[in-house]
């Protein structure tokens, strides 16, 4: 069993910072690729950022150079630095693993449940 777990969401107005947090747990063996994902009311959900097993990063078009992700393998936990908040960032953010169990052979993609974020004044 894997379970994630966010935390950090909550309500901010425009121009501020979060910080999110995801961890991991249960019988893990490796974690290639870790993610956020957000989905606003009325719309799909969309790749914030993810970031591979080496480090390398990538950003979705509407929050780069304001969101940085970041890991640490030592704790399988994978974080989203949010600053200069917009009101158009408020929606449920998620974050998504990419996770080898213990005695299986393939890696499966595992999601958490979602923290909320609102940006309002």
């Known amino acids: 069993q894997v379970q994630l777990v966010e935390s950090g969401g909550g309500l901010v107005q425009p121009g501020e910072s979060l910080r999110l947090s995801c961890a991991a747990s249960?019988?893990?063996?490796?974690?290639?690729?870790m993610g956020w994902y957000r989905q606003a009311p009325g719309k799909e959900r969309e790749l914030v950022a993810d970031?591979?097993?080496?480090?390398?990063?990538k950003y979705g078009d509407s929050v780069r150079g304001r969101f940085t992700i970041s890991r640490d393998n030592a704790k399988n936990t994978v974080y989203l630095q949010m600053n200069s908040l917009k009101p158009e960032d408020t929606a449920v953010y998620y974050c998504?693993?990419?996770?080898?169990?213990?005695?299986?052979?393939?890696?499966?993609?595992?999601w958490g449940k979602g923290t909320l974020v609102t940006v309002s004044s």
């Open positions: 998504k693993m990419n996770i080898k169990r213990l005695w299986y052979t393939v890696f499966n993609d595992y």
């Open positions: 249960g019988n893990i063996r490796s974690i290639n690729a």
């Open positions: 970031i591979t097993s080496d480090g390398s990063a």
